[in-house]
């Protein structure tokens, strides 16, 4: 943490250098002194200073200056910084002024110019002010500072993005917190986009796309190398497990991450059934060992970058990204897993992000602490979800169209549920609207057991209905099923036939896909468990086969 500051104003040059001076000799080793010529040159330090979240211990400004007044100037200041210490420094003529500023603004202290001795005049003055300020100031967070409202789409993904990143930052809520209101006052913008992200050297970004947002908090964006030996999709529990053990094998590896590494299972609030956990363990902490895991292996890993498509140039595959940009490998793991299904009914689009949300969200749990709270859908994920939220929520409410949760999810997570007061299970049921201007306020579902339709006031959903491939980037390229997941080894051979365009004279690999080299693990593969440890599997078992591939070519 930087030293905080004192700020003197004066647009009297010789006074400002002694003011200044004087300053110096009895603050410099606990103060950074700083000065301005105007009070419009000193608003502007202050915007600045907030901006880069630094502590303003005191303001000392002339009360005569042309533009603006050292009242004037205070007013304004004291937006920015309300807890500094103010002092104008008056000449006789000033002194009405003055005391009218003690009202007006809760001046702290006028100074007759001139101050000498400063021993007997400013110094007394000054060093009560400031030990009073020390005793009061709240330390200010020293890291990434996100400005927002809870009821944005756009803030809800820089805040997901970063949670899932396991980025720290402070979230300030314009409609809760002053603090969040003098930064945005900082702000020079009239209407901002948000969220406003104040980064701690200073710079500030205005609803950042999550490229721009990745590269500024430090994550990789761009390869070191335009080709590598393997270019895994997708950084979930199978793409890691590839990472880490091609890396380890001595292959030159890039994994590549459209959003955040751990995939679905980094959205898990306790995973429970992976081996070696007996406790469990949350999905963030098994992203973050294994991204740790597989970056000291040697894996190169690449954030906030979607692959749109896939080119063969036999035998070399590009994959080719968002931005334009393409990068090169001998062979290609695709480990783009599957995402929570849309739920479509009336009302919900322009909700989305304003009080639902798909998947686990649990960046937005916390906001609704005491509230009532609906999860929609009956598997492990909605299970474990309902479990995370009944922590904050006064009561949550799944909502399951089968008659029995035990159809579709694990007895542990179904036994956990039961003995959890505050979770209501409503089966045979189906959300048919929901209703908001700006933010959800109520859910309107169908009991089709009783046959009533519900309306239900409540400021958030949380959605978890099944899931749909992420394999539009190799739509064209390998075959896949009729729901889009991506068909692999034995499954391509149909009837003794290879599949179209296969021209090698051996049987597609177990996890090769209708194009030699390329592969696929997890749950972007037809037929595949959904499980984590099976997800790591595959793509453990993957790398043996590019080994062999490797050989061939
Ligand atoms: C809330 C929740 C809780 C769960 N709990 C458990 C549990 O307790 N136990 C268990 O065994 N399983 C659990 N699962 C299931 C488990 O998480 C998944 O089976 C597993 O994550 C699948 O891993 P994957 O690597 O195949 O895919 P994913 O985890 O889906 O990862 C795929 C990754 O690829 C990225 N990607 C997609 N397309 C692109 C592209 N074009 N370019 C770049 N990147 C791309 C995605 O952003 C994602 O990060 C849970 C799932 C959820 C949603």
Redesign the pocket.
């Known amino acids: 943490m930087s030293k905080p500051v004192i700020l003197t104003v004066d647009d009297e040059p010789q006074v400002l250098n002694a003011v200044n001076r004087d300053l110096r000799q009895h603050y410099k080793g606990e103060y950074r002194i700083i000065r301005a010529g105007s009070g419009e040159e000193a608003l502007e330090a202050v915007r600045q200073l907030k901006q880069r979240n630094e502590m303003v211990a005191l303001f000392l400004s002339d009360q005569r200056m042309p533009g603006m007044s050292g009242t004037q100037f205070l007013t304004e200041a004291l937006k920015i910084y309300p807890s500094a210490r103010k002092v104008l420094l008056t000449a006789y003529a000033d002194t009405s002024a003055a005391i009218e500023s003690i009202n007006a603004i809760g001046l702290d202290y006028y100074l007759m110019k001139p101050w000498d001795p400063p021993e007997q005049h400013l110094f007394p003055v000054l060093d009560d002010l400031l030990s009073d300020w020390w005793a009061t100031v709240p330390v200010p967070y020293d890291g990434i500072r996100v400005v927002g409202t809870q009821w944005s789409a756009t803030c809800h993904v820089a805040k997901d993005f970063l949670a899932r990143n396991r980025i720290p930052y402070q979230w300030l809520d314009v409609e809760l917190s002053d603090d969040a209101r003098h930064l945005m006052a900082s702000y020079a913008q009239e209407h901002p986009m948000l969220p406003i992200i104040f980064l701690p050297d200073g710079e500030v970004l205005e609803n950042p796309d999550l490229p721009t947002l990745a590269r500024k908090v430090g994550l990789k964006t761009q390869a070191n190398q335009p080709f590598y030996d393997l270019i895994i999709?997708?950084?979930?529990?199978?793409?890691l497990g590839a990472a880490v053990y091609g890396a380890s094998e001595g292959l030159k590896t890039l994994l590549?991450?459209?959003?955040?590494?751990?995939?679905?299972?980094?959205?898990?609030s306790?995973?429970?059934?992976?081996l070696g956990f007996p406790q469990g363990l949350s999905?963030a902490d098994l992203a973050q060992r294994a991204t740790i895991q597989a970056t000291r292996l040697g894996a190169e890993i690449l954030t906030a970058?979607?692959?749109?498509a896939i080119r063969v140039d036999d035998p070399y595959k590009y994959v080719i990204l968002s931005n334009g940009g393409e990068i090169g490998c001998k062979a290609l793991i695709i480990?783009?897993?599957?995402?929570?299904r849309m739920l479509n009914v009336p009302g919900i689009e322009h909700l989305t992000g304003a009080g639902v949300y798909y998947?686990?969200a649990l960046t937005e749990a916390a906001n609704y602490r005491d509230q009532h709270v609906f999860v929609i859908g009956g598997a492990?994920?909605a299970g474990?979800?309902a479990m995370f939220f009944s922590r904050y929520a006064k009561k949550v409410t799944m909502l399951v169209r089968g008659p029995a949760l035990e159809l579709g999810m694990s007895q542990y997570l179904v036994d956990q549920i039961a003995a959890t007061p505050n979770i209501e299970v409503v089966t045979r049921s189906e959300v048919v609207s929901v209703q908001g201007t700006n933010k959800l306020q109520a859910v309107i579902y169908k009991n089709h057991e009783t046959g009533e339709t519900l309306c239900v006031e409540s400021p958030a959903m949380f959605i978890?209905i099944g899931a749909m491939p992420?394999t539009e980037?190799v739509k064209n390229v390998v075959e896949m099923n009729p729901t889009g997941f991506i068909l692999t080894g034995p499954d391509l051979v149909q009837e003794g036939k290879y599949p179209k365009n296969w021209k090698l004279r051996r049987d597609p690999y177990l996890l090769e896909t209708s194009v030699p080299g390329i592969f696929s693990?997890?749950?972007?593969r037809a037929g595949?468990t959904?499980?984590?440890?099976?997800?790591v599997g595959e793509?453990a078992v993957c790398v043996n086969f590019v080994h062999q591939y490797l050989k061939e070519v």
């Open positions: 999709v997708g950084g979930g529990p199978a793409g590549i991450e459209k959003e955040a590494t751990g995939g679905q299972a980094g959205t898990s306790r995973i429970e059934n992976y999905g970058l979607n692959v749109v480990a783009t897993g599957v995402s929570v998947g686990a492990n994920s474990q979800g978890f992420h980037l693990a997890g749950d972007a595949s959904k499980r984590v440890a099976n997800a793509g």
